[in-house]
């Protein structure tokens, strides 16, 4: 067949199925999309027609909302009179419900009595029938009265004798809305063809209504089931013509009550035909045009040209020599084709002596590349490799004329190059390796080998290498290994060094701390107290110069730890604030703090690092300020999701001194005003701030206004969190009571310290000097039957320490009940995370202080708020802090003694307080600001402390917030106590203040109290 007409019958073909195809998808697609549009329309017609309904039904509601709460209605049904309905709802055409189309009203009482009735119908028959089964329905114990009774509002669809009627019914109440329900308002009104045509005129819609319980047609029984299966409208066409639409009406019971059956004209449907028949021709039409188009430039651009080209290489095969002849002239086919055979023929020339370049090239770069290169087959014989593998296995590379055997390699390094070349060929992709290849002097060399897949084009999968030696690196390698080894155990071996000293210094501080503790809360004289205060304080003295002295070896030695625990940055810039209160008081000077609102209170980082790096900068301040104040601000420098850096200033009005940066020298100038005068070496805590704040993620400067003083700058990084979450309600001092309690440390001082704190509180310890002698002992408690509460281990000693004892307590189900609280004395990264994975439920350090062994302990002993097993997380000092600085106390004291006294107790157990001196100044003090508790004091000026607390308890019976009131008074008459609780007060403390029982009183009363924490 001539190419002519081949191209003819292709082009009928591929146009006439084209046309087909396109008007398929189209008919299917488009005219779906009609029917998809054509059933929404019919389901929001359907909607459209239940809302209408609804809104009749709510109308009727509202209408009976109106008059059920009538105080008129309200007094009828109390008092029925026999005129009241006819005086109330008459005929009249303007009267609501004959507004409304409705046909009759009922009053009716709770027991299902109809007090009275008024028929607005014009069917009085009609009426009747109607009146005697809503009797029916009336029964006492029926649906319609149950729901009457509960004074509870219906409306909706009521069938009567298969009858529809549009129903509503309202609890008759006073207009106020308040009091009980007399019965019920109900209004009907008969849902007949009237009522449907006016739906059916109002939304412009063909509608009928059937009841469910009636022989239904049989497009109504399919969509029947539908609507039952899947409760939404259901939409089926009637004809060509016609589309419906169904939807269920329930009564007002739920029980499907009424079919809505909407009739709507296909004229979306019959568009979408006209559409795609019109689409069709349109197709028809393009494609004729389409093919006669394509036909005429087929014709003029291939076959006609196509034919001439024919006969002219018809030509040249007849025996004509075109690789001698000269390039013909001219513009026609045979010419171009044979001017084309020349220029091909030179570009072949052309293309060998590029070929043999680029050859040339490819051998003097594998030759002189500074590796060794090869190519093998899949039986690992070279068919090729470079100049530089030659040399280095004493090759020839010129006699290579067939692949070759490695002959010179031991069989095991074979074994071991063919096994990494079978993995590059089942993988197919670029592989490392690091080879022992020996040369043949023997000596062995590493080398880093790439080996990848080349394939042929006839599939063959050869294997690609290129390796360099690295034998020099390797050497350097292991010595670097070697060195860091050495290195590595050095640090060690210091760090448990650091460790051993910090463990031995530390147990003779904390017993000369403990003892004193004891000492001083055994009632000495003045002189005594103010000897053991000075013992006391050299010792803290002592333990924080050796702290600093231990944090530099580690800072030096690159091993200082730092913990990643949550904790609220208000609670801990305030404990600092109050710390050193007395420090400035006694210079005279102003110290306070201001936190951004914007800065949040929940982070997490090393609080005691914090701690750290802001008592060395302020106390470095209070040495150089005279006068004035000293301010500590926190802002936020960044901040994203995850993680925010704050900005600390401590601002001055003394001329400030160069504080060492890392890298920085004394003096220079530093900030954006510049640094102050050099006024001397600032100290080893100081130098110990700025790596600490390196090591934060921040660091420490110094900024100087002539005139105007100094500031000293800290910028750290923390974590975000969520806000900082409580403890939970801790155990009061009385469930401690006889509360068994184990205390395991190798140190004798620390274990009688121990015991005798918890003696003091009436629990019963028993102590341990290691661990093996404690899981005897905890083993024959509960053999006894009197298990111990609570554990208390030293987190150091010699034969297991603290963690492992408690990883074996936690991994016997039989001491299940017992809690873990960890003492360390040398605490490390990860001890956090460690306690809580092990389940210990505190971890304090070492020398601890006897209040907050308390507070950890009533709080592991103690409930929390949501569960029964105690806290949930891991208490911790910075945990309580910040429960107690959530309390907020206000002292009543006129005695400057007394007051000062009190104030200096609470303040040092964490709380905040407020002092006034007289009962009027305790009122006015509340209407400014809110407290969790009061101290206050039975003998005052103005207002004594029985009125101010009969006051404050008139004034809770106003507002409904119950402040605790802890009564204090010198005096012990007969009867003091119950004069104090008789005003109101929730406790009684005699004075002179005993520490144990004041701690104990408000311990107590933040237990009991929900407002506390």
């Not at 019919?42 to 709460?69: F, I, K, T």
């Not at 004493?394 to 390699?409: A, N, R, V, Y």
Request: aromatic residues 6%.
């Amino acid at each position: 067949m001539p190419v002519r007409r081949k191209t003819l019958v292709i082009l009928v073909v591929t146009v006439s199925a084209l046309v087909g195809i396109l008007y398929l998808v189209s008919r299917t697609f488009l005219l779906s999309r009609f029917t998809d549009i054509e059933r929404e329309a019919v389901r929001q017609d359907v909607d459209r027609s239940s809302a209408a309904l609804s809104a009749d039904l709510d109308a009727m509601d509202e209408l009976a909302l109106d008059n059920s709460s009538w105080d008129a209605a309200y007094s009828y049904m109390g008092h029925p009179t026999p005129g009241f309905i006819a005086s109330a709802f008459g005929q009249a055409p303007a009267g609501a419900f004959v507004t409304q189309h409705d046909d009759f009203l009922l009053f009716v009482s709770l027991s299902g009595a109809i007090v009275g009735d008024k028929n607005f119908g014009p069917s009085s028959g009609k009426y009747a029938s109607v009146l005697q089964e809503m009797r029916a329905r009336l029964a006492p114990d029926s649906p319609l009265v149950h729901g009457l009774l509960l004074t509870r509002p219906l409306h909706g669809i009521l069938m009567l004798s298969g009858r529809p009627v549009l129903f509503a019914a309202r609890p008759v109440l006073p207009s106020t809305g308040q009091g009980t329900s007399r019965g019920a308002l109900v209004v009907g009104r008969f849902f007949n063809e009237g009522e449907i045509r006016r739906l059916a005129q109002q939304t412009h819609l063909k509608l009928s209504f059937l009841a469910v319980s009636d022989s239904l047609p049989s497009d109504v029984n399919l969509a029947l089931g539908h609507l039952r299966s899947s409760g939404s409208a259901f939409v089926q066409p009637l004809d060509r013509s016609t589309i419906a639409g169904y939807a269920l009406v329930p009564d007002i019971y739920g029980h499907p009550a009424l079919i809505l059956k909407t009739e709507v004209p296909r004229a979306i449907y019959q568009e979408g035909r006209l559409s795609v028949l019109h689409f069709a021709a349109a197709l028809l039409l393009a494609g004729i045009v389409f093919g006669g188009i394509v036909q005429l430039l087929l014709e003029k651009s291939l076959v006609s040209p196509l034919a001439v080209l024919n006969a002219s290489v018809e030509q040249i095969a007849a025996g004509v020599d075109q690789s001698n002849a000269s390039v013909r002239s001219g513009r026609d086919e045979l010419a171009m084709l044979g001017n084309a055979v020349h220029r091909m023929i030179d570009a072949v020339h052309r293309s060998e002596e590029q070929r043999n370049q680029i050859e040339a090239r490819y051998r003097v770069f594998m030759n002189n590349l500074p590796a060794i290169a090869a190519i093998k087959d899949e039986a690992g014989r070279f068919v090729y490799f470079n100049a530089p593998l030659a040399r280095t296995f004493g090759l020839d590379l010129q006699s290579f004329e067939k692949p070759i055997e490695p002959t010179w390699l031991p069989a095991h390094t074979i074994e071991q190059i063919r096994s990494h070349e079978q993995e590059v060929r089942q993988l197919l992709r670029p592989m490392e390796f690091e080879e022992i290849v020996p040369k043949p002097d023997g000596a062995e060399h590493y080398w880093l080998t790439l080996r990848f897949p080349l394939t042929e084009a006839d599939g063959r999968i050869l294997i690609g290498m290129v390796a360099i030696d690295i034998t020099e690196r390797k050497r350097a390698e292991a010595e670097l290994s070697l060195a860091r080894e050495k290195a590595e155990l050095a640090l060690r071996t210091k760090a448990e060094f650091l460790a051993d000293v910090s463990h031995e210094i530390r147990a003779p501080i904390n017993g000369v701390i403990g003892m004193t503790d004891l000492a001083l809360e055994s009632g000495p004289s003045p002189e005594q107290r103010e000897y053991l205060e000075v013992v006391k304080s050299s010792a803290r003295t002592l333990l924080s110069l050796f702290n600093d002295i231990i944090d530099f070896s580690k800072l030096d030695a690159g091993t200082l730890d730092f913990e990643n625990i949550d904790f609220s940055l208000r609670g801990a810039v305030e404990s600092i604030i109050r710390s050193l209160a007395p420090a400035a008081r006694e210079n005279k000077i102003e110290l306070s703090s201001r936190i951004d609102d914007a800065v949040p209170d929940a982070i997490r980082g090393d609080p005691t690092r914090l701690r750290q790096v802001l008592v060395n900068l302020l106390q470095l301040g209070l040495k150089l300020t005279q006068f004035g104040e000293i301010v500590l601000s926190a802002d936020a420098e960044m901040q994203t999701e995850e993680e925010i850096v704050l900005h600390f200033c401590v601002r001055m009005a003394a001329e400030g001194v160069a504080l060492p940066n890392i890298g920085a020298q004394a003096g220079k100038s530093d900030g954006a005003h510049g640094a102050g005068p050099w006024l001397g070496r600032p100290g080893l805590s100081v130098v110990i701030a700025a790596r600490l704040a390196e090591l934060m993620g921040g660091r420490i400067w110094a900024e100087t206004q002539p005139g105007h003083g100094s500031s000293y700058n800290f910028n750290a990084r923390f974590e975000l969190l969520s806000p900082y979450s409580d403890a939970g309600r801790p155990a009061s001092m009385s469930q401690l009571h006889d509360r068994r309690v184990m205390v395991a440390d190798d140190n004798p001082t620390n274990r009688k310290i121990l015991a005798e704190m918890l003696q003091t509180w009436r629990m019963r310890p028993t102590v341990a000097a290691g661990g093996a002698e404690t899981l005897l002992e905890l083993e024959r408690a509960r053999e006894q039957g009197v298990p111990f509460s609570l554990a208390i281990l030293d987190s150091r000693m010699p034969d297991m320490d603290g963690f492992r004892l408690a990883e074996k307590i936690r991994h016997d189900p039989r001491l299940a009940g017992t809690k873990i609280l960890l003492l360390t004395s040398a605490g490390l990264r990860g001890d956090a995370a460690r306690c809580r994975d092990l389940g210990i439920q505190a971890y304090l350090p070492k020398p601890v202080a006897a209040a907050d062994l308390l507070d950890a302990i009533r709080r592991v002993l103690g409930k929390a708020a949501s569960e029964g097993d105690g806290p949930s997380f891991l208490v911790t000092r910075h945990s309580l802090r910040e429960a107690r600085r959530r309390l907020k106390i206000l002292i009543a004291e006129d005695n400057a003694v007394d007051r000062t006294l009190a104030v200096r107790l609470l303040e040092k157990r964490g709380y905040t307080v407020e002092t006034v001196e007289t009962g009027r100044a305790v009122l006015q003090a509340l209407e400014r600001d809110s407290f969790d508790a009061i101290l206050m004091d039975i003998q005052m000026p103005e207002l004594d402390g029985l009125q101010a607390t009969v006051a404050i308890r008139d004034h809770e019976r106003i507002t409904g917030i119950h402040v605790p009131i802890i009564a204090m008074t010198a005096y012990a008459m007969s009867g003091d106590r119950e004069r104090c609780l008789a005003a109101g007060m929730d406790r009684y403390i005699p004075k002179p203040l005993n520490v144990q029982h004041l701690y104990q009183t408000i311990d107590e009363i933040s237990a009991s109290t929900p407002s506390l924490v």
